[in-house]
């Protein structure tokens, strides 16, 4: 892929989307934050109920594991898998302004 895009206006409307996402997972984190805080268990709107869920999750290190039983390369390389990613990187331009 080494042909240049000829639509104009795609990495703007990206870079534009990346940001309102940025800025909408913000505030997400506010309104959970105020909402766990509260204390309240469920919140009743026009819309929607939110419900705050509490559990217990387990997680194991794995890394730290396989480091204190110290496997053979040969084994660390059989358990490994590669995979092609494709991804976008989007920045501002300087000067540009976001609205």
Known sequence: MTKKAT???????????????????VRETEIREVMIEAGVSAFEDKKFRAVVVESLRTYIDWKSVAAKLKPSHQLVTAHTTEKDVISI????????LLS
Do not use: F, Q, W, Y
Not at 9 to 17: P, S, T, Y
Not at 89 to 96: E, I, K, L, N, Q
């Open 7 to 25: 639509v104009t206006g795609l990495a703007d409307e990206l870079g534009i989307i990346r940001a309102k996402m940025a800025d909408l997972k």
């Open 89 to 96: 990187r989007v920045s501002a331009r300087r000067g540009a």
